[in-house]
T-cell receptor, first 111, second 113 residues
Framework: DAGVIQSPRHEVTEMGQEVTLRCKPI?????LFWYRQTMMRGLELLIYFNNNVPIDDSGMPEDRFSAKMPNASFSTLKIQPSEPRDSAVYFC?????????FGQGTRLTVV | QQQVKQSPQSLIVQKGGISIINCAYE??????FPWYQQFPGKGPALLIA?????SEKKEGRFTISFNKSAKQFSLHIMDSQPGDSATYFCAASLDNYGQNFVFGPGTRLSVLP
């Protein structure tokens, strides 16, 4: 298995634009997590899904953030409109048999 | 009650020395405690994990010590190497695929040559 795959690896966008981050979890994993990492706040859980169903989205900072998981092999995190304070590294992780694996992350810069 | 505390925030160790990172949790329902290692520009990678039915787990130079009564666990890196320089995160969870992880704030380890 290629592991958790995220795209793009880097994204630079202007304030106000829509940003979509993508994640392909490990096949057979039933849980998927979206995290945001910054120097100030460390790893923050944004939302997680079990069997494609959102379970806890209390970490989603604002209505500008939304996440979907239309099937077991794909998830998106969308920010609309984006703001400079959204600049961070966004990680997707999937979990199966107790163990969780992270993707390489998407470094988002909003200018 | 969901918090995981981690210390120190940063650690500098000489090559060949022992690196020790400590974590404490509050929720006694947690029963799965992994450690993740993160290099710059990379995602966190699972390093080693322990369940509370054992007090210690060793994999190569990495050892987790677990104290259930104190609700504490620690990572020991023996014979630390410059290649171990990374950020280390402890975490806690229920041992079930559907459960979230609670992460500590991380420890930045630097191993001097």
């Amino acid at each position: 298995d290629a592991g958790v795959i995220q795209s793009p690896r880097h994204e630079v966008t202007e304030m106000g634009q829509e940003v979509t981050l993508r994640c392909k979890p490990i096949s057979g994993h039933n849980s998927l997590f979206w995290y945001r990492q910054t120097m100030m706040r460390g790893l923050e859980l944004l939302i997680y899904f079990n069997n494609n169903v959102p379970i806890d989205d209390s970490g989603m900072p604002e209505d500008r953030f939304s996440a979907k998981m239309p099937n077991a092999s794909f998830s998106t995190l969308k920010i609309q409109p984006s703001e400079p304070r959204d600049s961070a590294v966004y990680f997707c992780a999937s979990r199966g048999q107790g163990r969780a694996f992270f993707g390489q992350g998407t470094r988002l810069t909003v200018v | 009650q969901q918090q995981v505390k981690q210390s120190p925030q940063s650690l500098i160790v000489q090559k060949g020395g022992i690196s020790i990172i400590n974590c404490a949790y509050e929720n006694t329902a947690f029963d799965y405690f992994p450690w993740y290692q993160q290099f710059p520009g990379k995602g966190p990678a699972l390093l080693i994990a322990i369940r509370p039915d054992v007090s210690e787990k060793k994999e190569g130079r990495f050892t987790i010590s677990f104290n259930k009564s104190a609700k504490q666990f620690s990572l020991h890196i023996m014979d630390s190497q410059p290649g171990d320089s990374a950020t280390y995160f402890c975490a806690a969870s229920l041992d079930n695929y559907g459960q979230n992880f609670v992460f500590g704030p991380g420890t930045r380890l630097s191993v001097l040559p």
